[in-house]
């Protein structure tokens, strides 16, 4: 049996990985859990899983959570740092990173030390600092990732048997999001309630964001060249609105291997707990006699300029892809709390970039200045465009 921890047990993600965990009760059971905010599921989610221990980051939920499980064999913490060290602990065998933003690098880099499997589902980890990371891991060989995002799981899934076969390039498919085929006029006039009503997937708010603007697949380029080693130039977007085929690897013959299934995150979460082995999954089938129209077309670049300046960002290195994302958590609670209309998100993540000092070299403490920096930065923008 697998031990696990999962590191935003709330969240989409989290909750997904407790229903595969429930579902294979020999295989798993849940020996962390840890949320940021939201006391209410952890307490509900620990009372149903009997974790070894729990941990909340807000430090103020913490008498809360501590009452509500007190009597039961459960340790609680809270904080931060907290958080991070249970993604550490001896009685882990698999970490599930399923935060979302820039709280998942400390725990998948204490995890990292520790030398667990980590099922990476926070693409920001390595979008933030992913030339530490592949480092870290190259210092750790005990430690490994197995992607769970569902177009890097599909590249892992056609890596393989491939050994050292050399790949050409590899193609993330995205969807288009909500808002495919539209122009600025119509974007302009997108509400967050329209945004976050994503036609194939169930994500939470920031992903669903994230996918509307390609902002998400922006991750994802940067994700997929320190998770399997690429240069920027080997990595292609097409969208696929049909979200059946969830990418593909073209090889150095020209031969293409593709991962289809349902747009259903339950299978790249088990895949990435159970790989090299497959279990069941009682999830809906590709139905080929009534899926019988598969469409690829260029993503629209210009309208949806947040894809070109996460290549900038990957391109010029450093610290850009960390000024990059934070100026997009920023940009995207901005339009959720209707502060910035849609398409201000971009403006407001190429002004902080423009604007934010280039460390070549980042160490761990210059990711987490730059962070700070390039939040506030941003925050300042959003107000100085509040009062005009």
Known sequence: MKRVAVIGSTGSIGTQTLRVIEAHPKLFCAEVLTAKENATLLIEQALRFKPNMVAIANEKKYREVREALEGEDIKVYAGEKAVAQVAAVGTVDVVVTATVGYSGLLPTIEAIRAGKTIALANKETLVVAGELIAELLKEHPQASIVPVDSEHSAIFQCLAGEGNNFVEKVILTASGGPFRGKDAVFLSRVTPEMALNHPNWKMGAKVTIDSASLMNKGFEVMEARWLFGLEPAQIDVVVHPQSVVHSMVQFTDGSIKAQLGTPDMRL??????????????????????????????????????????????????????????????????????????????????????????????????????????ARERALGLVGKWCRL
């Open 268 to 373: 790249p979460i088990q895949y990435a707990l159970t790989w090299p082995a497959r279990v069941g999954l009682d999830a809906e089938r590709v139905d080929f006699s009534l899926c019988n129209s598969l469409t690829f077309e260029e993503p629209d670049r210009k309208t949806f300029r947040n894809l070109d300046l996460a290549r900038e960002a990957m391109l010029r290195g450093g610290n850009m892809p960390c000024v990059l994302n934070a100026a997009n958590e920023v940009a995207v609670v901005a339009f959720l709390r209707k502060e910035i209309p849609f398409t201000k998100m971009p403006e407001l993540i190429e002004q902080t970039m423009e604007a934010s000092a280039f460390v070549a070299a980042p160490e761990l403490a210059d990711y987490a200045e730059t962070d700070r920096e």
